[in-house]
Structure formats: C-alpha cells, structure tokens
C-alpha cells in the first residue's frame, strides 16, 4: 500500500520540509465539502479554522486581531511597540466588537526586566479580559523562556493561559510543557522573510519539528492538552494541511496576511503596484526603528520587503479553510483528528514536485 505514517516517516531519520511530501488520497464516504469540520481547540480556546496570524509588526494590529476572531481565526497582537501604544490596541480590539463581544485577545510580549513591566501593565489594566499571552522570542527552548513562564505563572497565580515559543525540536517542546503552558510555537527559520538559517547554520524543517513535538505528545498524556503550532514557512493551503495532518492544532503565518488590508502599515504605490511593507523582526530595518540600530557582536537574521496588495484578510482565511475542507473529503476525515490519524505520506521526487503545480500555465 503506498503511504506510511508520520511516525513510520520520522523513524527513516529523512526529516521531511513541506515540498518533500504529499498526502495519498483514500476511499472516502464524505459526500461534500461542507460535511468536515475544521474547529480545533488551542490553548482551551476554540477555533473554527485553525490559522493564527503572526504577532509581527506589518502583520497583526488590531484590525487584524478583529478580522482573524471575527471569521474564525486567531490574530495575535505584536509587542514592537511601547506598553501604552499595545494596550491602545487592545483597547481598540475590544471596542469593535462593542460591549458584550466575544473576542480572543491574546498579545505576544518578550522577555527580560522591560518585557515583565509590559505584561504587568497589560495584566493590570485588563486582567481576565485577557485570553492568553504569547512569550514571543526566537529561542523558546532557552533558560530565558523557563524564567519568564515561571515569572508569568507567579503573578497570574497560573490563571492566565501562557502560548510559548518558538522551539524546533521535541524535546524542546517537552521542556515548555512540562512548565505548562497551554500551547507552543514550533519552528525555526523557515519564514519566508528569515535568515537565521544561512546566518547561521541553525534549523529544522517546520514539518519535521512539528511531526517531531507531536510524537513528543503522543507519548506523553500529561501532555496531550498542550497544542502545537506550525510556525514558519506556510505559503499554500497544502501546507497547512500537512501541518495538521502531521500533529499540529493550528498554523501561524505572516506574509499571507502581511499585504491585506488589515495588516498594520499604509498602502503605498510601487512601479504603478500597490504594495504593502514587511519586514522580519529580526531584520536591520526593525533593529535601526527599535533600538537605534544592530547591536556590536550581531547580525540581522530578517529582511524587509514589499507584499502586493491582496484585499482583505478573510479571502486568504476562506482559501485556506478551503483547502482544508477538500483534503479532509479526500481523506474520509470528518474533524483534524481523524486527518491526523488517517493521513498517509508518500516521499515527492523533484518531478512529482514540478507535476503538483499548475505547469499548463507556464509560458
């Protein structure tokens, strides 16, 4: 039979990336699109489509945060901005949706001494109107992430749902969990606009960290209510759907949400295009805006670029949904649990790759 498990997969030792791959199709009794169910359960919240836009400063504000909630999504407010500036967003955030709205409100903060005067602000000024809070550095899997949960932990008495990352590896997942954090960021260096590989040598393919947290998981029950999240280098719907399929709860993405029109940042006109900025946070261009510049001893491991004009956010949220949807008929999979259970990799060749895209279009 052609296919084998994740599980069967990782044991090769071939870590997969997500053009290595493909899902075989099986006898399905889904009659319709609209008969899976795409709700998934992050961090004790439900989602109705499991994709979080990244809390980068040309991709999540407020409006953003409104637009992921409102149709379904998660939108997680960006910290590159001073404590005042990110509880106005929050502020704003709330007052979309009027009084008595359900909204997830869930802003990411750093570590260190300036990071815990941040939190404890946005602690004091809206308390259990917080859903969550998001530790956002780039190695989660640090004793400065251990610190910052556990200094987060003591002043919310543990009450506040903690989503941490990020981290490559199993073991580094089993690390956050074991602290109890309620979800993890997963990946290293696959974004689209990061460097930190070819800066520095350092990285795993997102599938692959992802597949890897998820066996982590499944090996461990105390551990099964902790989520995953796909972090890094999601373009297409299909990418989503492997993510799902090899054990994570949710993805989360920048730049398919950086040139909507709900992305922080005015349009600007290019060459006669309409174009929208995005920039890494970790790129020379945020370094110079924040900080006055690249620290001695540094590099920059982001760039900055420009994202054409797409329209509004939820046309991308119902194309991936989409995607999802019509995987799940081909797998006879009625929720992302029975995705993860019945889906069969299968190893692409570069030609298989080439034949999975539209080729009859190119000139």
Known sequence: MIGESIEELMKKGDPPSFDDVMIVPTYSELKSRTEPDTRSVLAGMQLEVPVISSPMDTVTGSRMAYSMGANGGLGILHRFVTKEDQA?????????????GQTKIIPAIGVGSSERLRFRYLNKTFGN????VAIDVANGDSKYMIDMIKWVQDETSGSLPIIAGNVATGQGFMRLAELGVSA??????????CK?????GIGVP?????????????ANDAFRGVSIIADGGVRYPADLVKSIAAGADAIMAGRIFAGTLESPGEVISINGSKVKV???????????DKRGGLRPGTCAEGVSTHIPLKGKAHYILNEFCGGLRSAMTYTNS??????RSNAKFIRLTTSALDESHAFGTRQ
């Open 129 to 132: 109107k917080l859903s969550a």
């Open 278 to 288: 995005y920039r890494g946070m970790a790129s020379k261009e945020v370094q110079e």
């Open 184 to 193: 993890v960021r997963v990946g290293i260096g696959g974004g689209s606009i």
């Open 206 to 218: 997102t599938l692959a960290s992802v597949a890897d947290c998820y066996l982590i998981r499944e």
């Open 196 to 200: 930190t590989r070819i800066m520095t």
């Open 334 to 339: 009625y929720t992302l649990s029975d995705l």
């Open 88 to 100: 106005s967003m929050i502020t704003e955030l709330i007052s979309f949706f009027g009084e008595g």
